[in-house]
């Protein structure tokens, strides 16, 4: 299974805050918009996304179609057959893409211990 990309999507209180502490840990802002409260920040091949007032908790994300850099790939697994594959092995998604459609979807999971994954396929 290709899950593609891979990032931790961190709830924040305060974006600007936010971007400033990871900053000083090296992050600079790699893509999405401080205005509309979301930044996607890295360090070399590390990516964090911060998301204020966007989501409940943490979570694992995914983006299968994207390297590191954002940058389609020619050969992924769409979300769609990954849902199948993860229902094929008795993983329930919590949140699923709609089989009858393509292009960009997403789906989530949650592990025995509570932590979301998201897998969001955005072409």
């Known amino acids: ?3 593609g ?3 931790i999507s961190l ?4 974006i600007a805050a936010s971007r400033a502490f ?5 992050f600079t802002a ?3 918009n401080q205005d509309q409260r979301w930044l996607i920040m890295r360090n070399e091949t590390t990516l964090i996304g911060l998301f204020q007032g966007m989501f409940e908790k943490n979570m694992l994300t995914f983006n299968p ?3 590191s850099d954002a940058k389609n790939l020619a050969d992924f697994d769409d979300v769609r057959e990954i849902q199948k594959q993860l229902k094929a092995s008795d993983i329930t ?3 699923e893409a709609d089989a009858s459609t ?3 979807a997403h789906l989530m999971v949650v592990d025995p211990d509570g932590n979301q994954i998201l897998i969001d396929q955005h072409r």
């Open 1 to 3: 299974m290709k899950l």
């Open 22 to 26: 990871y900053e000083k840990l090296g």
């Open 102 to 104: 393509q292009g960009p």
């Open 11 to 14: 709830t924040v209180k305060d």
């Open 65 to 67: 179609g994207w390297d």
């Open 93 to 95: 998604p919590v949140a």
């Open 5 to 7: 990309a891979f990032s």
């Open 30 to 32: 790699f893509g999405g």
